[in-house]
């Protein structure tokens, strides 16, 4: 069985934990990055025997509006699925639901969903170096799960947790900007998923673009690009005990 992953994953956090799954479900991974600006949704393809993945991260409880806005682009009949989000220890709340909608909406069939956690994209301290030793041994088991009941062609319905309507979506917060250790590379205006960063003027970003994905600050090979610690502070502080307990790995088939 080859294996479609579609996938919003500006850090790489989400990417690994798909991976895993992927690698345990088929022979073959076909990635289509929802996270490359140049890249066309509409022109992704289903293949015969083929299950798809669809991974994202939850921002604030949600999918991340500019992987929401890609992923409408793709339209197929009936290509089986499985949802994965990917969350900072927090909580994923109206992620999954939403990302339901949203596969349901281009035309993929829903046959489980998975919930993970991967180091949080900006406050680092919480889930780190996550999907771990142990986060990986449980998704490959839930990918076993999962593989059992495409064999064995169920069709049972299933809940997902979320709410309908969605939580209200947040906005972009914290904005990365280049420090002197920059050295006008550009690299992080070329892999900016929102090009929200003008090569020309590569200090900044443009607020009303950026996403906060952390992407330019994680690429940056200077390490030049950060975010105001003062207000990281105060976020991490204020998500402290809802991240304070290991949360695990969860399947919905």
């Known amino acids: ?29 076909i990635v ?5 600006a140049s890249l066309n949704p509409a022109e992704y ?7 798809a993945v669809i991974a994202m991260p939850s921002y604030g409880g949600r999918v991340p509006a500019l992987a929401a806005e890609r992923m ?3 339209h197929v009949n009936g290509t ?15 992620t999954l639901v939403e990302m339901e909608d949203l596969a349901t909406e281009c035309g993929f069939a829903v046959v489980a969903a998975v919930a993970a956690i991967a180091e949080h994209s900006i406050i680092h301290e919480y889930a780190a170096g996550r999907p771990d030793a142990v986060d990986e041994k449980n998704l490959e088991e839930i990918a076993v799960k999962i593989s059992s009941k495409l064999r064995q062609k169920k069709t049972n319905t299933f809940n997902i947790p979320g709410n309908r309507p969605y939580k209200k979506a947040g906005g972009a917060g914290l904005v990365p900007k280049a420090g002197s250790e920059c050295t006008a590379c550009g690299l992080c205006a070329r892999q900016c998923p ?34 105001n610690s003062a207000m990281v502070s105060v976020a991490a502080l204020a ?15």
């Open 1 to 29: 069985m080859k294996c479609s992953m579609i996938v919003f994953s500006p850090t790489g956090g989400t990417e690994k934990a798909a991976h895993i799954i992927c690698s345990a479900l088929g022979t073959e991974t």
């Open 32 to 36: 289509f990055d929802l996270s490359d």
């Open 45 to 51: 393809c289903a293949y015969q025997d083929t299950i």
């Open 72 to 74: 409408k682009k793709i």
């Open 80 to 94: 089986p699925c499985i949802l994965l989000c990917v969350y900072g220890n927090r909580a994923y709340e109206d």
């Open 194 to 227: 929102a090009r929200a960063i003008n090569p020309k003027q590569l200090k900044t970003a443009d607020s009303k673009k950026c996403i906060a994905c952390m992407r330019c600050v994680v690429k940056c090979p200077q390490h030049a690009r950060k975010v």
């Open 239 to 253: 998500i402290k005990k809802a991240c304070s307990v290991r949360k695990e790995c969860e399947l919905y088939l």
